[in-house]
C-alpha cells in the first residue's frame, strides 16, 4: 500500500512539473522592419531588438518587450538606427548594442525600456556586434579595430586595440582567452593581455564578410557560421590551435544556397537558424530554416519556415528557451525580391522538435 502511495505522489509530482514549464508555441509578426536579435528575460517573456521602418522609409532603433505568447507588452523607437544584440539583466531590464544617428552605442535599459545610461563607441561610424560575456562577470563588445571590456554601468575597465583588422563576434573562451573574428574572414586568438596567440585565415571557406557567427564548441575549439564560399549555408570547426575540424555545407534540391546566422550549443549538439536562397549571387532569400546538427556537424533534423506563404523569410537569431523549445527572429516579406519589397519583423517559437503545435 505504501509503495502505492508513493508512486501516486511521485507521478503527481512529475506531472505537476510538466504543467509548471508549459510549452507553448506561435509566430508572429509586427510592424515593418528586422529583428536581428531575440532574448528570453529572466522573470519570463522576451526582449527583440532590431531596425523598423517608418512611413519614409528610414530605419530605427527599436526595442520591444514580449510576453510569452508574443504579445507586445511594449514597444519603443530611440532614432534612426538599429538594435543588435541583447543581454538579459536580472533586474528585468538589458543591455543592447546598437546604432543611433549613425553612432554605434552600448545602451542599458530599464524593465520599461527607458535608457539608464548610454555609450557612445565612436565619434562617428557605424560599426558595432554582439555583446560577449567575460567570466569576471563583466562584459565584451568590439568596434572597428577594437575590443572593451565594460561593468554593468558603462565603465571601460580594458582596452585591446589591433592596428589593421575590423573586429565582429568575441567570445571569451574557457581558458580566458579571447577569440574574434573580422570582415576578412581571419579568426584571432588572443591571451588575456591582447597578444595573438594565432591567426587562422578563412577564405577558403567563407565569403568576404559572410563569417556571421562564433561560439566556442562543445568538445574544445570554435564552432563557425555563415555563407561559404559556394553561397551555400556553412558551419565549421576549428580545434584550439586553429586548424579546421571540419567543414559543413548545407542544402537541398528546392533551394541551393544560404545563410547561417545564429549557432547555439546544446549538451551535445547545436542548433543552427538561417534561410534558404536562390538566385545568382545567392541572396533570394526564400526560406527560415532551423537544423539541429551534431558534434560532426551532421544533421539531426531540419525544418522550414514560411510565415503565410510569403516568398521571402529569413532568422538572424535562435536561442534554447527554459521551457526547453526554441525562439528565432528574423523577417518576412509578401513579395519577390526586386518588387515594391517591404520587411515584416517575425519572430517564431517552437517546441523541442521545431514544430509549431496548433492549440486543440
Known amino acids: 500500500m ?9 507521478v503527481s509530482f512529475i506531472s505537476g512539473c510538466r504543467k509548471g514549464v508549459e510549452m507553448k508555441t506561435w509566430e508572429r509578426v509586427y510592424d515593418k522592419g528586422i529583428l536581428f536579435c531575440v532574448r528570453e528575460k529572466e522573470e519570463g517573456g522576451y526582449w527583440i531588438t532590431g531596425m ?15 510576453d510569452a505568447d508574443g504579445e507586445i507588452i511594449w514597444e519603443s523607437e530611440y532614432g534612426e538606427g538599429y538594435g543588435v544584440d541583447i543581454e538579459p539583466l536580472e533586474d528585468g531590464g538589458c543591455l543592447v548594442s546598437c546604432v543611433i544617428r549613425d553612432l554605434a552605442c552600448i545602451c542599458r535599459m530599464n524593465e520599461e525600456g527607458a535608457i539608464l545610461w548610454k555609450k557612445n563607441l565612436l565619434e562617428e561610424g557605424d560599426a558595432v556586434f554582439f555583446i560577449g560575456r567575460a567570466s569576471d562577470g563583466n562584459y565584451l563588445i568590439t568596434f572597428r579595430d577594437s575590443i572593451l571590456k565594460f561593468d554593468i554601468n558603462g565603465n571601460i575597465l580594458q582596452k585591446w586595440k589591433r592596428t589593421g583588422y575590423s573586429f565582429g563576434i568575441v567570445i571569451e573562451d574557457a581558458d580566458g582567452n579571447l577569440v574574434t573574428v573580422d570582415d576578412d574572414e581571419w579568426v584571432v586568438k588572443m591571451d588575456p593581455a591582447g597578444n595573438i596567440l594565432w591567426e587562422k585565415d578563412l577564405d577558403d571557406w567563407f565569403g568576404y564578410e559572410d563569417l ?6 562543445i568538445d574544445g575549439g570554435y564552432i563557425l557560421g555563415g555563407r561559404g564560399d559556394d553561397k551555400k549555408m556553412c558551419v565549421l570547426k576549428l580545434d584550439k590551435n586553429g586548424n579546421v575540424v571540419w567543414v559543413r555545407h548545407y542544402e537541398d534540391d528546392k533551394y541551393e544556397y544560404g545563410m ?6 546544446e549538451e551535445d549538439e547545436y542548433i543552427v537558424a538561417g534561410f534558404t536562397a536562390n538566385g545568382e549571387d545567392g541572396w533570394d532569400v526564400k526560406e527560415g530554416v532551423l537544423m539541429k546538427i551534431d558534434t560532426y556537424g551532421n544533421t539531426v533534423w531540419e525544418k522550414r519556415y514560411s510565415y503565410n506563404g ?3 523569410n529569413g532568422f538572424f537569431y535562435v536561442e534554447k528557451t527554459r521551457d526547453g523549445g526554441y525562439i528565432m527572429a528574423g523577417w518576412t516579406s509578401e513579395v519577390e525580391r526586386g518588387e515594391d519589397e517591404t520587411f515584416s519583423m517575425w519572430v517564431v517559437k517552437v517546441n523541442e522538435e521545431g514544430e509549431i503545435v496548433e492549440e486543440e
Open 2 to 10: 505504501k509503495r502505492y502511495l508513493y508512486l501516486f505522489v511521485l
Open 52 to 66: 523598423k521602418i517608418d512611413e519614409e522609409g528610414n530605419g530605427r532603433f527599436y526595442l520591444a518587450s514580449l
Open 212 to 217: 556571421w557567427e562564433l561560439k566556442e564548441a
Open 260 to 265: 547561417v546566422g545564429s549557432i547555439q550549443p
Open 310 to 312: 510569403n516568398p521571402r
